[in-house]
Structure formats: structure tokens, C-alpha cells
């Protein structure tokens, strides 16, 4: 709605433009009703203008008649001195409307609709840069090992806020706990392994239904270097023993979330 109103106000800032273009015989023969609304045809030629001494008409001698000032004739020298002028201010409006959106009106929608609508996001964290591994215990227990540190984490925070003043204005707030824990582990590269022997089954399976010996020949070898290549990465066996890349955690409340980034 912004939007249609800034282009309304440019285009009553471009009609005088087009209206006195309109009127003009400046430039009659070049084409139809297009050319005259442009500011190619600005001005007329008559014998109120001035003509040189070969008997050519002086074209900054044109004149211009104003159809809303009792059709008064104007020196199309002294109108473009303001013409110009309404498409520049209507070229900055729009610019400093495109910005005001962008910066200002936009980021506020986005603030309002993550206010009113609550999803799983407003609670969960990404975490990175964890370690890969537990050295003095097994990698199995990562994850509790993790969860028991960030509910530890909270509940140092929140004995430090208890002691605030505005703390006992509050709400009491939920029980510091993890309530998900998803831990994203490194499969060293097997898993894009495996999809692309997949494939290739797939495309052997086609080439041999189509009785196609020369491409199932080439395929069986792409097979058989993808399965050495599985061999040499090792099986999938326990993935509670593979290192952790990055974890998500999701609380028992936004402002558990909040508090974690913060610390």
C-alpha cells in the first residue's frame, strides 16, 4: 500500500511533463501519441518565435502554453528550469521510501511476528565449535555429558539472578532443563558414499534391463571403487562413537534460550 502511494505521488509529480509535452509541435513527425508524451516534444513553433536571419526557426525560442494559467504563453527556456526538478524529487522519494522499508519497516515485521507467533526456534540453540570428543570418558556419553553442563549452566544463571531485585518482580520461570538434544556427528564422508553407490546400482540395474553390456561394464568398475573406498572409511557400526561436529538444544523456555547465547 506504501508502495502504490509513492507511485502515485510520482506520477502526479511526471504529469505536467507529459500534458505540456502533449501540447507541443516540436517534434510531430517523428511517431504517434508516445513521442509527443515525452520531453523530445516539449515547446511549440509559431510565429511568435523568433527566426534567424536564413529564416530557421530558433529552437530555444519555443514557448509553451499552460492549459491551467488561462492558456498563458511560457518561454520553454524558463519551464525547464522546474520540470527536471518533479522527477527529482519523485526519484528521491521513492529512494528514501525503498530504504525506510528495508531498514526500518521491515525488520519491525519481523520483530512483531516473532513475538506473536511462538515456534520450536524461539527455544533451540545451535551450538559449534564443541569438541569432537571426551577424553577421559567414552563417546557414547556425549550427549548426557553435555546435557548435564548446559542445565548446570542455567542453573548458576539463574541462582545469580535470584539475588536481583527485579528478580523477585518477575515470573517464576520454569525448571532449567534440556528437554531435546540432537548431536550432529561426522560420518567421515560414508554417507555420501553410500548414496552414490545407490545410484550407481540404479543405473546398472537400467543398463542391464536395456541389455546395455558396455555401460553396465563401465558402472560394475565405478561399483566396485566406491565399495573400496566404503571399506577403507569402515562400516557404520555404533554412531555414538563417531566425533560430534555441532549439537542442537532445545529448553524449557525462551528465556533459558536466551540465557545460554548470552553466556
Known sequence: R????????????????????????????IGGELVKLSIGNLGMLGEASSKTKSGLVEQQSRFVILPFFACRLVSIQSLTEYLPWCDFVGMVTFFVVLVWFRFRRLPRAV???????????????????????????????YEDVLR??????????????????????RVRDPEPKV???????????????????AILNRQR???????????QFKLEKKIQDRKEKLEKLGHL??????????????FNSRAQAKTILHE
Open 2 to 29: 506504501m508502495l502504490g502511494f509513492v507511485f502515485f505521488f510520482m506520477i502526479g509529480l511526471t504529469l505536467p511533463t507529459l500534458i505540456i509535452g502533449h501540447m507541443g509541435n516540436f517534434a510531430p513527425d
Open 111 to 141: 520483530r512483531i511476528n516473532d513475538s506473536e507467533n511462538v515456534t520450536c526456534r524461539d527455544f533451540s540453540i545451535e551450538l559449534n565449535l564443541l569438541p569432537k570428543t571426551l577424553e577421559d570418558m567414552p563417546q557414547s556419553k
Open 148 to 169: 548435564e553442563h548446559l542445565e548446570e549452566l542455567l542453573r548458576s544463571v539463574m541462582e545469580k539472578q535470584s539475588h536481583s531485585r527485579l528478580r523477585h518482580r
Open 179 to 197: 528437554c531435546e538434544l540432537v548431536l550432529v556427528r561426522d560420518f567421515g564422508g560414508q554417507l555420501h558414499q553410500k548414496k552414490k553407490l
Open 205 to 215: 540395474d537400467i543398463a542391464e534391463y536395456k541389455h546395455d553390456v558396455v555401460t
Open 237 to 250: 557400526t555404533s554412531q555414538d562413537e563417531l566425533p560430534v561436529v555441532r549439537a542442537y538444544a532445545t
